[in-house]
């Protein structure tokens, strides 16, 4: 257990429709960063956020938008959702914003009909 | 651009040793790290290093050569558990995690 937790572990949805992915970092971890994970494929980076703010962004589209909550706890929105959105979503948090290693949450898979 | 390279697929045998090769082109280096990812499950943190040398822990060693942009995943006594996919990332001159695709090894008995 890394200490990340997520919810929902599980989500089905219909095409277009918009979901809400939450995750709260370990215990006096700053830094959350949000991957997504397509059917074997590999970890796609996101997002971070260190502390509040946006600290880097990845491949990630226009409808999907997240936020980190003076909680430290974090939420990925997916919007218009689309059949090729079914994936595995993975948080993961670290320490600090730059050299500290990343623990990942559980996941949730997102399975869009 | 940045790239970096494993094999897709790896096969050995239960006791065995393998090694899991890693090659890497990125924008400055930062530190280089291995995780274990079970089909279905999140990643978990392996190992880390930033400075050449063989770093071991336990059954697992990882080896790095910064000048030859190389690192490897050394797996001793292999268990069937150690069945999973094995990520190569690599920090980069911003300190972004560059990922491998990830290597899947198929342990048989």
């Known amino acids: 257990d890394s200490g990340v937790t997520q919810t929902p572990k599980h989500l089905i949805t219909a095409t277009g429709q918009r979901v809400t992915l939450r995750c709260s970092p370990r215990?006096?971890?700053?830094?959350v960063y949000w991957y997504q994970q397509s059917l074997d494929q590999g970890l796609q980076f996101l997002i971070q956020?260190?502390?509040?703010?946006?600290?880097a962004k990845g491949n990630i589209l226009e409808r999907f938008s997240a936020q980190q909550f003076p909680d430290l706890h974090s939420e990925l929105n997916l919007s218009s959702l689309e059949l090729g959105d079914s994936a595995l979503y993975f948080c993961?948090?670290?320490?600090?914003?730059?050299?500290?290693?990343?623990?990942f949450g559980p996941g949730t898979r997102l399975l869009v009909l | 651009g940045q790239n970096i390279d494993q094999p897709t697929e790896m096969t050995a045998t239960e006791g065995a040793i393998v090694q899991i090769n890693c090659t890497y082109q990125?924008?400055?280096?930062?530190?280089l790290f291995w995780y274990q990812q079970h089909a279905g499950e999140a990643p978990t943190f392996l190992s880390y290093?930033?400075l050449d040398g063989l770093e071991e822990k336990g059954r697992f060693s990882s080896f790095l050569s910064r000048s030859k942009g190389y690192s490897y995943l050394l797996l001793k006594e292999l268990q069937m558990k150690d069945s999973a996919s094995y990520l190569c990332?690599?920090?980069?001159?911003?300190?972004?995690?560059?990922w491998g695709a990830g290597t899947k090894l198929i342990i048989k008995p």
């Open positions: 993961a948090s670290s320490v600090g914003r730059v050299r500290e290693t990343q623990y």
């Open positions: 215990s006096g971890d700053l830094s």
């Open positions: 956020y260190y502390n509040g703010e946006e600290r």
């Open positions: 990125t924008s400055g280096f930062n530190g």
């Open positions: 290093n930033v």
């Open positions: 990332a690599v920090k980069d001159s911003n300190y972004q995690l560059i």
